[in-house]
């Protein structure tokens, strides 16, 4: 059963950081796409950031590209996500994802979520 499960979400001040962080149990396919989705309420679902096996690949949304970076550490079957420079509209739930379901690897068409973590920013 495969299970994953965010940590590392807050609230901070504009122009902070954050480091989330996610931990894949029963998830040992490596050569896969992972990464982070985020809602803010009344907005869909949007993809911030994936990683391809161990880095080969990385994608971005535009929103984010300079200020967050993915990671991946597939010893411990883990996905971070460093988030510099937050502004108040980064605020949103950000969700952990594992499994492409599409060809589409910014797009919320993943087998596997996390419960997700709250990242709230300030101005």
């Known amino acids: 059963q495969v299970q994953l499960v965010e940590s590392g979400g807050g609230s901070v001040q504009a122009e902070g950081s954050l480091r989330l962080s996610c931990a894949a149990s029963?998830?040992?396919?490596?050569?896969?796409?992972m990464g982070w989705f985020r809602q803010a309420p009344g907005k869909e679902r949007e993809g911030v950031a994936i990683?391809?096996?161990?880095?080969?690949?990385?994608y971005y949304a535009d929103s984010v590209k300079g200020r967050f970076t993915i990671s991946r550490d597939n010893a411990r079957n883990t996905v971070y996500l460093q988030m510099n420079s937050l502004k108040p509209e980064d605020t949103a739930m950000y969700y952990c994802?594992?499994?492409?379901?599409?060809?589409?690897?910014?797009?919320?068409?993943?087998?596997?979520w996390g419960p997700g973590t709250q990242v709230t920013v300030s101005s």
């Open positions: 994802a594992a499994g492409l379901n599409s060809d589409y690897v910014l797009m919320p068409q993943y087998k596997y």
């Open positions: 990683i391809y096996s161990h880095g080969v690949r990385t």
């Open positions: 029963g998830y040992t396919n490596n050569n896969d796409y």
